[in-house]
């Protein structure tokens, strides 16, 4: 079976609308989580915990569901993008597969709040304000596992940027842009640096995913030229 006959057309638009779902589920996740966690106030954050605890499990969940399916378009971007270089795009899927990991790894900050707000008796050797900060502290946590794992997202999206830019069936000024975004999530290497240009690196991230997405979703890859490259690739 030749590598040109792994990939058929229809393959792409399966990985856009996994992609678009992704999308979807991070968007959903930061609604249902908006506003529950006080950056600064760890009785507050703690009150609207439990408060509004379907919400946070809900979000928590679509987060959860979000990494999987990041999972899923990191598998078939690789078989996207295996022609163009194989080994580039097993690099790629290596980063994005471990910032899967690292982030997940972090949701264990949604789980403990529960525990430690649960009213457990051994607990109770711990003030209520000590429980609150230690939630607080937790949380704090798992952002910083997050922003760890937006690193590894930022070396995905400038490898997958370059493959896009090294072949022949996509735009190169996705490739651009995604290249872009990836040296601009890099600076979460730097937290006081990112804490300060978060919110325009952020967005351009999103703005380049997105409009791969919507590209893929929309118009597809040019699949006469995939398949050339994907026969030269296998005679190669």
Not at 19 to 35: D, E, P
Not at 52 to 73: C, K, M, P, Q, S
Not at 201 to 209: D, K, N, Y
Request: hydrophobic share 60%; charged share 10%; net charge positive.
């Amino acid at each position: 079976m030749t590598v040109a006959a792994v990939l058929p057309c229809p393959k792409t638009r399966i990985t856009s609308v996994v992609y678009l779902l992704y999308f979807v589920t991070v968007m959903s996740a930061a609604f249902f989580m908006k506003g529950l966690v006080v950056s600064d106030d760890a009785a507050a954050t703690a009150n609207n915990i439990l408060t509004h605890e379907t919400l946070f499990r809900v979000g928590f969940a679509i987060n959860v569901i979000a990494t999987a399916l990041y999972i899923a378009v990191t598998a078939l971007f690789y078989q996207l993008f295996r022609p163009v270089s194989r080994s580039l795009a097993l690099l790629a899927a290596f980063f994005s597969l471990t910032g899967c990991g690292v982030q997940a790894v972090g949701y264990v900050g949604y789980v403990a709040p529960f525990t430690l707000l649960g009213g457990a008796q051994y607990l109770t050797v711990f003030k209520v304000e000590q429980l609150q900060a230690l939630v607080l502290t937790i949380l704090r946590l798992r952002s910083q596992a997050e922003q760890i794992g937006i690193v590894f997202f930022g070396f995905f999206d400038f490898l997958i940027g370059c493959l896009i830019l090294r072949s022949t069936f996509l735009p190169r000024i996705l490739g651009a842009l995604m290249a872009l975004a990836g040296l601009g999530w890099m600076i979460f290497l730097s937290p006081p640096l990112a804490n300060n240009l978060a919110h325009y690196i952020l967005p351009l991230g999103f703005i380049a995913e997105f409009l791969l997405m919507l590209w893929l979703l929309v118009k597809g890859v040019n699949v006469q030229r995939w398949q050339e490259q994907a026969r030269a690739a296998t005679e190669w």
